[in-house]
Nanobody, 125 residues
Framework: EVQLQAYGGGVVQAGGSLRLSCAAS????????TGWFRQAPGKEREGVSC????????YYADSVKGRFTISSDNAKNTVYLQMNSLKPEDTAVYYC??????????????????WGQGTLVTVSS
């Protein structure tokens, strides 16, 4: 069974940057798409970004396009989310998740089969 460990959250001022990491273990490499969701207080969970381990294809929500970059190091079984130009509205608990579908399906169509714990990102104005 795939296990995911997310880390890298913290407090940053608006306009700043953070990098989240999601380390995976227990599953065959090249099979899953791994990505990030976020949930802010009082709001619905939102699929943020996802990357395929087989072909490197990616998905980004419109709200983060141009500011966030997802990447992976398959040798380390780790996916990174570089978040730049952060805004207060990016404040949320960020969760990593993995599934066997396309990157878009994993984070938008309930295609996540495995979840990591959340990491809190707080962007102050």
């Amino acid at each position: 069974e795939v296990q995911l460990q997310a880390y890298g959250g913290g407090v940053v001022q608006a306009g700043g940057s953070l990098r989240l990491s999601c380390a995976a273990s227990g599953g065959p490499s090249g099979r899953y798409a791994t990505g990030w969701f976020r949930q802010a207080p009082g709001k619905e969970r939102e699929g943020v970004s996802c990357i395929s381990s087989s072909d490197g294809s990616t998905y980004y929500a419109d709200s983060v396009k141009g500011r966030f970059t997802i990447s992976s190091d398959n040798a380390k079984n780790t996916v990174y989310l570089q978040m730049n130009s952060l805004k207060p509205e990016d404040t949320a608990v960020y969760y990593c998740a993995a599934g066997e579908g396309s990157p878009e399906s994993v984070v938008t169509n309930g295609g996540s089969d495995y979840w990591g714990q959340g990491t809190l990102v707080t962007v102050s104005s």
